[in-house]
């Protein structure tokens, strides 16, 4: 497709379920990122992969997150265990490259909601 | 994780009114960008800052880049209905840090 896109765009789970959150950013981008947006809040950074470098967690806020990103393209973002806290809309961007004068393109995002 | 502070929280105005907000950060970056997000979707660049200083127009808005290099605004003018929708400024040093968001609504 033209854009980011991202599966499921709802997620309502139990807690204590395992979710995983998928991720398909535009092809030829290199840098893929995800972030959190709680309620009323702004977008919280989560992780960031640039090609084949070692991701940038320094966002998660727990061991209970992790991200993958298989062959460069799609990525999962897995949520295990998770508390009614994790609810938000977890929202994912690709660029052509790392670096300020790259344009991040965002997906729509998925609601997740921990009952 | 830190947020920047964005004001105001949220707007209510009449259509062909003026808008401005503003974001002020403790620490300096790089960039400055400014973002709108409507409902279900993702952010989308608005206007992207690069130097202390700058001032750029992207049509009916204006933002500036503030010398310090710790703040930036965004006007917005003759505002039309589909202005509606939340702005978030961002400032970049290798990541984005996002503020708090301002909420615009355009009352009939």
């Known amino acids: 497709g033209a854009g980011v896109s991202q599966s499921p765009s709802n997620k309502v789970t139990e807690k204590g379920k395992d979710v995983e959150l998928r991720c398909d950013p535009i092809s030829g981008h290199t840098a893929l990122y995800w972030y959190r947006q709680s309620l009323g809040q702004g977008l919280e950074f989560l992780i960031y992969f640039q090609g084949n470098s070692a991701p940038d967690k320094s966002g998660l806020p727990s061991d209970r997150f992790s991200a993958e990103r298989t062959g460069g393209s799609v990525s999962t973002l897995t949520i295990q265990r998770t508390q009614q806290e994790d609810s938000a809309v977890y929202l994912c961007?690709?660029?052509?490259?790392?670096?300020?004068?790259?344009?991040?393109?965002f997906g729509p995002g998925t609601r997740l909601t921990v009952l | 994780g830190q947020q920047l502070n964005q004001s105001p929280q949220s707007m209510f105005i009449q259509e062909g009114e003026d808008v401005s907000m503003n974001c002020t950060s403790s620490s300096i970056f790089n960039t400055w960008l400014w973002y709108k997000q409507d409902p279900g979707e993702g952010p989308v660049l608005l206007i992207a800052l690069y130097k202390a200083g700058e001032l750029t127009s992207n049509g009916r808005l204006t933002a500036q880049f503030g010398i310090t290099r710790k703040d930036s605004f965004l006007n917005i003018s003759a505002s039309i209905p589909s202005d509606v929708g939340i702005y978030f400024c961002?400032?970049?040093?290798?990541?984005?840090?996002f503020g708090t968001g301002t909420r615009l609504t355009i009352i009939p």
């Open positions: 961002a400032g970049q040093r290798e990541k984005l840090t």
């Open positions: 961007a690709s660029s052509l490259g790392a670096g300020v004068s790259n344009e991040q393109f």
